[in-house]
């Protein structure tokens, strides 16, 4: 079963607009990533934020944390046609195998 | 430095032919992984190493096997390849030292098996 699973399954917005992409997951963690894939090749590290952290920026990312409701949340503002791809969450879990856990992944979809 | 790399880029194999997907690295990375991918299952977890000589079953470990005689390398193989091994196969590799570090995946191998 899928440790992080990511909401919506498929987004399609206008460039300009921000984009909410949404991950839950089931145990504790130390950490989770999100990821960027584009089509056809491998994932891309986007940004990390720790257990201990609720909020982390970078550029045009923000990401949320709220391990009471262990979930957590991309958000891409002032979205371009460049940042089409699949994103994924992964969470490193506190116990267990030391491997990053992966989502389904959400599609976005930015029309220009 | 070039990352993680994996070969081949696109395999056709026939059901019950072997095979390896070959994975090097060259940032003296300690945790080695393979993941792979299907369509609407986001990335599953195969094999996995935290260091030269040690290795363990993932998610999926079924119909592969790995080994990682150096720390650069970690190949995959396919024993007897069979149509739902059809998939994208990513290698990837991160410093183990401390949880938090992101991993860096190679560019994917997409196997068919008919």
């Known amino acids: 079963s899928q440790q992080g699973e990511e909401d919506p399954q498929a987004l399609s917005i206008q460039e300009g607009e921000n984009a909410t992409m949404n991950c839950s997951y089931k145990t504790s963690i130390n950490n989770l990533q999100w990821y960027r894939q584009n089509s056809g090749r491998g994932l891309v590290h986007l940004i990390l934020?720790?257990?201990?952290?609720r909020e982390k920026h970078s550029g045009r990312l923000r990401v949320t944390l709220d391990t009471s409701k262990k979930s957590s949340s991309l958000l891409i503002t002032a979205s371009r046609a460049a940042d089409t791809a699949s994103y994924f969450c992964a969470t490193d879990e506190e116990m267990g195998r030391r491997a990053l856990t992966f989502g389904s992944g959400t599609r976005l979809q930015v029309q220009p | 430095n070039a990352g993680v790399t994996q070969t081949p880029k696109f395999q056709v194999l026939k059901t019950g032919q072997s095979m390896t997907l070959q994975c090097a690295q060259d940032?003296?990375?300690?945790?080695m992984s393979w993941y792979r991918q299907d369509p609407g299952m986001g990335l599953r977890l195969i094999h996995y190493?935290?260091?030269?000589?040690?290795?363990d079953q993932g998610e999926v470990p079924n119909g592969y096997n790995v080994s990682r005689s150096t720390t650069e390398d970690f190949p995959l193989r396919l024993l007897s390849a069979a149509p739902s091994q059809t998939s994208v196969y990513f290698c990837?590799?991160?410093?183990?030292?401390?949880?938090?570090?992101?991993?860096?995946f190679g560019e994917g191998s997409w196997l068919t098996v008919v």
């Open positions: 934020i720790r257990s201990n952290e």
């Open positions: 190493s935290v260091g030269a000589g040690i290795t």
């Open positions: 940032m003296n990375h300690e945790y």
């Open positions: 990837a590799s991160r410093v183990d030292r401390a949880r938090g570090n992101t991993i860096y």
